[in-house]
Structure formats: C-alpha cells, structure tokens
C-alpha cells in the first residue's frame, strides 16, 4: 500500500512494441489513471496502431504504422525484410526522435514494455525508465531444477536469456525498477544485482469475467475444446484448416464434445465458417440448443454428434469453458495454460507459429503444452492425457505457477507510483 501522504506527479510515456504488448501496457495505464492524482499520460507503439492506448484516450506522440510483418520479424527474415520495404527504418528514426522531443519538453519518465527495443528508446532518452520485461523468460533455458538439456555451452556461460547489453540496461540507475514475467526470471535478474520486482504477469489479468456461462446446460456436460487458430489473416485461417482437421479424430474418439472456436475480433468470420461447411459441419439455422454462452455474434454448427460454436466475442468465457484447447497462438495459448489448462499445439507455416516458435512456447510452457506434429495426433493425445489424472494434476500446478495469477497491473502500477511518482504531500 502506498501511504495516504504520498500523492502522484508528473508525466508518463509508455513504448511498447507489439498488440499484446500494447494491452498489457494499457492495462498498467488504466490502474494509474484510477488512482487519485493520475500522471498525465501518454504512449507510443512501436509496431501497429495502439488501438488499445486509444481506447483509454491516451494520446500517441509520435507516427504508428502497421508493418507487414505485423510484429513477427523475429521468427522470418523474409519478414524483416518486407517491413524494411514497408519503411520500418524511416518510422523507427521517425518515432524515436519523438521520443527524445517528449523527453526533452515534458520532462517524464519512461514506461518500456515489451524488449529491447522500446527499453533502448528509454534509455536513450536519459529519463529514469521502468521495464515490463515481456519478452523473454527464464524457462526458456532452465525451470526450478536448472538447466533444460536443450541449452547450449555458451547459453550456459551467458548464464540468463537476458543478455548481457539487456542486462546493462536494466542494471542502469536511471532504470528504476523491471518487471519480469515470471519468478524464476524475476530471481536470476535479482542475482544481477537488478532491481526487479515479482509482481505477476499482467498477461492474466482481464480474464475473470462475471458468470455468465451455462453450467446447467446439458452442453456444459460434454468435453469441451477450445480452438485458437491466432490473430493474424491469412496465417489464422491456414492454421483453422489444421485445427478443423484434427477435430475429425477427435469427433470419432468422443460421444459427446463442444468446440469453442475462439476468433480474434477484427478477423472476418466467413472464411473460417466456410471451411466448417466444405469439412461437412451444418449452420443450425434454427434457434440451437442451450450451450454454456452463447454470444448474440455466435454461430452454431453440429457434425454427427458434435457442436460447434464459433465467435469473435466472450474470448475471456471461451477460455474459462474449455477444458482443453487445440491451440496455434501466442499470447492465448499462454493466457490459457496460465489458468491450469492443457493445451495441444499443432507447428504451422508462420509467420508467428512456426515450428521453431512453437518449440519455443514448449520450453516457456513446459508440461502444461503438448506439441504433436500432425492433426491426426490430436485426439490420441487428448485421450492419453485426460486417463492420467496425476499428470493433469501437473499440468494445472505447472501452468498457475509460470504464468502467475490476476492483478499483476494494479500491482505494477501501485510500484511505479511508489518508486517514480510519487512525492511527499
């Protein structure tokens, strides 16, 4: 708690680089603004538009553009390349001479969330600067017993993902205080002599929704899946396609299951219910049967014995329905293992899921993920998996205790006041 004498002050610019990024960010935003004696505010996304710091009404300082990559240079160099001819170099230079102006005239401190990037800007700025490190954890190269046996000698040597530039700018003075995603990242930096804080992972908050699932429909009593194919068109409907294959297995190994087809909101639903007709699903065009939500935007088809609902809303009430997901996704495949659930990935052709991305999200993840290799394997793995219920057991531990739980941006929030803006009454 911060003292009732201690009152906020100043300005806050916030960088980040990303459309998850950018909601986590608004989500540390937002608890600032509700507290008494809000900073002013503002923010600059480094990738995309920022539509989430829009909805805060939080002005953007300086030119967004949506690059072709959409964010995922990292997985393809073909994708760096793309934006480079998109102009990402002129917009970089472009956007972080708005950043230095802001520094310069308003005299604030830095929010970075995301990497490097947008913790270099801050730097750069010769503001004091925090950082919401969500980028990199140490569960990609060891968990709680040491070393995984994927890592390399020199990874070994480096001795944390975070590597030693990043860890320079995270151990500057003017570097306040870092959030990292998890609490074994959050020890190994500490061990660094940086000033990191546990404080949870914003990425899981949000996701409480009110009740408003069904649990007395008889639909509640079936298996109950949840498809996340991505966010970003065309990849998400080449990745549907994969996941609409393996629900075949599946469909034949259950009497009984309900399929939650989650679609990111902004995506156009005909191309994925389309694909349903062409594998044999039927629209019910008749008022359908009482499922466990049913949002006014939700569409409904049935195979053999099977049920389908397909929307582009509720996300938070699909996650907390599923027992299981069949998942091509970043963030909501993390969001969902976050809450002790199993998720089965399938490797795609990118630019986000590919098989390198997902091997990747396997060793963040651990146990709570199973990656097959075909669709066909999916329903053999739900089958053996769901049998062994100490293993199911793991799986909801292992998942609550990398990801973390809810209130992770108040807290955040609450730490900034206290360590950057805060003053004496």
Not at 296 to 307: E, M, R, S
Not at 313 to 330: E, N, P, R
Not at 413 to 420: F, G
Request: proline share 6%; net charge neutral; with cysteine.
């Amino acid at each position: 708690m911060i003292p009732p004498n201690i009152r906020s002050r100043g300005k806050l610019l916030c960088l980040s680089n990303g459309h998850g990024e950018d909601v986590i960010a608004a989500r540390i935003l937002e608890q600032l603004l509700q507290q008494p004696h809000a900073p002013e505010l503002a923010a600059l996304p480094i990738v995309g538009e920022g539509r989430a710091y829009s909805h805060l009404n939080i002005p953007i300082i300086g030119p967004v553009q949506q690059m072709p990559s959409g964010g995922f240079i990292y997985m393809d160099g073909g994708q760096l390349w793309r934006d480079l001819q998109g102009g990402l170099m002129g917009l970089t230079l472009a956007q972080l001479r708005a950043v230095l102006h802001w520094s310069r005239n308003q005299q604030g401190v830095i929010l970075a969330v995301g990497d490097i990037v947008p913790l270099l800007f801050a730097s750069l700025t010769g503001a004091d600067y925090a950082f919401v490190a969500t980028a990199k954890s140490e569960y990609y190269w060891r968990d709680e017993k040491g070393w995984l046996p994927t890592t390399t000698r020199l990874e070994r040597a480096l001795g944390s993902v975070y590597l030693p530039w990043e860890r320079w700018l995270m151990r500057s003075a003017r570097c306040k205080a870092v959030f990292p995603r998890d609490k074994l990242t959050t020890e190994i930096l500490q061990q660094r002599g940086i000033a990191a804080f546990d404080l949870g992972n914003p990425m899981m908050d949000g996701l409480l929704t009110e009740d408003r699932v069904n649990k007395d429909s008889e639909a509640w009593k079936r298996l109950k899946i949840l498809l996340l194919p991505g966010s970003r068109t065309p990849e998400a409907e080449d990745n549907w396609n994969k996941i609409i294959r393996a629900t075949r297995g599946v469909i034949a190994a259950f009497e009984e299951v309900l399929f939650l087809g989650a679609i990111a909101p902004g995506l156009n639903l005909e191309p994925f219910t389309s694909h349903l007709i062409a594998e044999g699903w039927e629209l019910e065009m008749k008022k359908p049967q009482p499922l466990p939500l049913m949002p006014k935007d939700g569409l409904v088809f049935t195979q053999n014995n099977a049920i389908m609902l397909v929307t582009t809303s509720v996300y938070s009430d699909c996650l907390q329905t599923a027992d299981l997901a069949i998942a091509m996704a970043g963030t909501a495949t993390e969001q969902f293992v976050g809450l002790g659930k199993l998720a089965i990935a399938i490797p795609g052709n990118g630019p986000q899921f590919t098989p390198a991305f997902a091997e990747a999200q396997i060793r963040l993840l651990g146990q709570s993920i199973i990656l097959v290799t075909h669709p066909d394997e999916v329903a053999g793995t739900i089958q053996s998996t769901l049998k062994d219920t100490a293993a199911m057991e793991l799986i909801a531990a292992n998942g609550r205790r990398r990801m973390g739980g809810a209130g992770a941006a108040a807290r955040i929030a609450n730490c900034l006041r206290a360590k950057m803006l805060a003053t004496d009454n």
